[in-house]
């Protein structure tokens, strides 16, 4: 078949299965199979494609009608414009989080030290670091899975020599020991030289110390009692540690609330990601926290999705 016959039978199999921007993922998966971008459909949709890419592109395109998501076929998303790779471990990383990145940045400074709380792929610490100059990151997660992959990420788009302390996982995910733990740790403890990043298995603040002029967090936030209801790509596929927020969606804003006080630099700020409902819950929290100048970011469709306070000087 060529390229374009390709083309258009991955998106009438994709369609038929209720995908439903199919042609765009046709495309995409095409793409990926092939090593091509979006002008070879217009300018080569003529072209016969090998055998085994075609067997391939038959595969993904089978996978993605079993509600695999896009991104764990071809293991990456785009993210503030850098390529974040991702898998089962780590939350896929959303747009809706670029707003959340977006409001950090305009008070994010030179120098500044920021803690990532559930990182994840790291996308939201590695953009931060990304777009500034001398920011000192450091990145928690509980799942040590999730921060290989966000190690690796760290390692693409900002260096390794970056990397507080080398790379720990440099092993398969998974397969981090003991070794990995203690080292892990020590990390915590230390600071660091200017500009780097490191990231730390933590339940919650547990291993953290020292204090930060920023902690962003995208929590996990869903109703446990709504996660029955989300896409299938979604509830099968992605880590249910990185969505299930309790019985109202709110444990972890809680959480953090409460013990952000003792890592945060008076005049600090706490950031957060926030579904469209939580505006005034979360901000309420806040407020009773004796958090300053609370206020509620919206995203480009108009909806609530950022949170953000300022820690009184005491
Ligand atoms: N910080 C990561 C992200 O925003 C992961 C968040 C999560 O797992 N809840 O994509």
Same mark, same amino acid.
Request: proline letters at 2%; hydrophobic letters at 35%; aromatic letters at 8%.
């Given at each position: 078949?060529?390229?374009g $016959?390709?083309?258009?039978?991955? $998106?009438? &199999?994709?369609?038929s299965?209720g995908?439903?921007?199919?042609?765009l993922e046709?495309?995409l998966?095409?793409?990926y199979?092939c090593?091509t971008?979006r002008n070879?459909l217009?300018? #080569?949709?003529?072209?016969i494609?090998?055998?085994?890419?075609?067997?391939?592109y038959?595969?993904?395109?089978g996978k993605?009608?079993?509600?695999i998501?896009?991104q #764990?076929?071809?293991g990456e998303?785009e993210f503030m414009g850098?390529?974040?790779?991702?898998?089962?471990h780590v939350?896929?990383?959303?747009q809706d989080?670029?707003? @959340?990145?977006? &409001?950090?940045?305009?008070n994010?400074h030179?120098?500044?030290?920021?803690l990532?709380m559930g990182?994840?792929s790291?996308?939201?610490l590695?953009s931060? @670091? #990304?777009?500034?100059n001398?920011c000192e990151?450091?990145?928690?997660?509980?799942s040590? $899975?999730?921060?290989?992959?966000? $190690?690796?990420?760290?390692?693409?788009l900002?260096g390794r020599?970056?990397?507080?302390?080398?790379l720990?996982?440099a092993?398969?995910?998974?397969e981090?020991g003991e #070794?990995? &733990?203690?080292?892990?740790?020590?990390?915590?403890?230390?600071?660091?030289?200017?500009?780097?990043?490191?990231?730390?298995?933590?339940?919650?603040?547990e291993?953290?110390?020292?204090?930060?002029d920023?902690?962003?967090?995208?929590?996990?936030?869903i109703?446990?009692d709504?996660i029955?209801? @989300?896409m299938?790509?979604?509830r099968?596929?992605?880590?249910?540690q990185a969505?299930d927020?309790?019985?109202?969606?709110l444990?972890?804003?809680?959480r953090?609330?409460r013990?952000?006080?003792?890592?945060?630099?008076g005049?600090?700020?706490?950031?957060f990601e926030?579904?469209?409902?939580?505006?005034?819950?979360v901000?309420?929290?806040?407020?009773e926290?004796r958090f300053? &100048?609370?206020?509620?970011?919206?995203d480009?469709?108009?909806?609530?999705?950022?949170v953000?306070g300022t820690r009184?000087?005491?």
């Amino acid at each position: 078949m060529t390229y374009g $016959e390709l083309y258009r039978w991955g $998106e009438r &199999e994709l369609l038929s299965a209720g995908i439903g921007e199919s042609g765009l993922e046709a495309r995409l998966l095409l793409e990926y199979v092939c090593g091509t971008n979006r002008n070879d459909l217009l300018v #080569h949709g003529d072209r016969i494609v090998e055998d085994d890419r075609q067997t391939l592109y038959g595969n993904l395109v089978g996978k993605r009608r079993d509600r695999i998501p896009l991104q #764990h076929l071809t293991g990456e998303q785009e993210f503030m414009g850098l390529t974040f790779l991702v898998n089962e471990h780590v939350l896929i990383p959303r747009q809706d989080t670029e707003i @959340l990145v977006e &409001e950090v940045l305009r008070n994010l400074h030179d120098g500044m030290r920021v803690l990532d709380m559930g990182t994840g792929s790291g996308c939201i610490l590695i953009s931060l @670091l #990304h777009y500034s100059n001398h920011c000192e990151g450091v990145g928690t997660d509980i799942s040590e $899975e999730a921060l290989a992959v966000a $190690e690796k990420n760290a390692e693409r788009l900002l260096g390794r020599e970056r990397i507080a302390g080398g790379l720990q996982t440099a092993r398969s995910a998974g397969e981090a020991g003991e #070794h990995g &733990e203690a080292d892990r740790e020590r990390g915590a403890l230390e600071r660091t030289d200017d500009g780097s990043i490191r990231f730390v298995r933590s339940d919650l603040f547990e291993k953290i110390s020292g204090k930060f002029d920023i902690i962003v967090s995208n929590p996990p936030y869903i109703r446990s009692d709504v996660i029955g209801t @989300l896409m299938p790509e979604v509830r099968e596929h992605e880590p249910l540690q990185a969505l299930d927020g309790g019985a109202d969606g709110l444990d972890f804003y809680r959480r953090i609330i409460r013990e952000s006080r003792k890592y945060l630099s008076g005049g600090g700020m706490l950031f957060f990601e926030i579904g469209y409902d939580q505006g005034e819950a979360v901000s309420s929290l806040l407020d009773e926290n004796r958090f300053l &100048e609370v206020q509620v970011a919206k995203d480009y469709a108009g909806l609530d999705r950022v949170v953000y306070g300022t820690r009184r000087f005491d």
